[in-house]
């Protein structure tokens, strides 16, 4: 039984920053990958960052050079540092990790919105 958290979220002018986190909880020890995805609506969900193991991160075009994934075993937690945000970022982010079984665990979401 896995739990993701996330927090984080808020409003933010464009060319801003914010920090998202993602605490883990359960058997979180079978869990390899962790990321981040986001989704607005009328769109379907897609994948802002993730990291596979501690080494390995991915990163969507549309946010590379500007978001920075990172993960800390020791508190349990993944986070998204996000720079020179866009209106285009606006949207739901959402926590996701997979466990080594194939099973996917989401967060509630949390809302980051940009204004122009």
């Known amino acids: 039984q896995v739990q993701l958290v996330e927090s984080g979220g808020g409003l933010v002018q464009a060319g801003g920053s914010l920090r998202l986190s993602c605490a883990a909880s359960?058997?979180?020890?079978?869990?390899?990958?962790m990321g981040w995805y986001r989704q607005v609506p009328g769109k379907q969900r897609e994948l802002v960052a993730n990291i596979i193991g501690t080494r390995s991160t991915n990163y969507a075009d549309a946010v590379k050079g500007r978001f920075t994934i990172s993960r800390d075993s020791a508190k349990n937690t993944v986070a998204l540092q996000m720079n020179s945000l866009k209106p285009e970022d606006t949207a739901v982010y959402y926590c996701?990790?997979?466990?080594?079984?194939?099973?996917?665990?989401w967060g509630k979401g949390t809302l980051v919105t940009v204004s122009s």
């Open positions: 359960g058997s979180r020890y079978s869990i390899n990958a």
């Open positions: 996701h990790g997979r466990d080594i079984y194939g099973m996917d665990y």
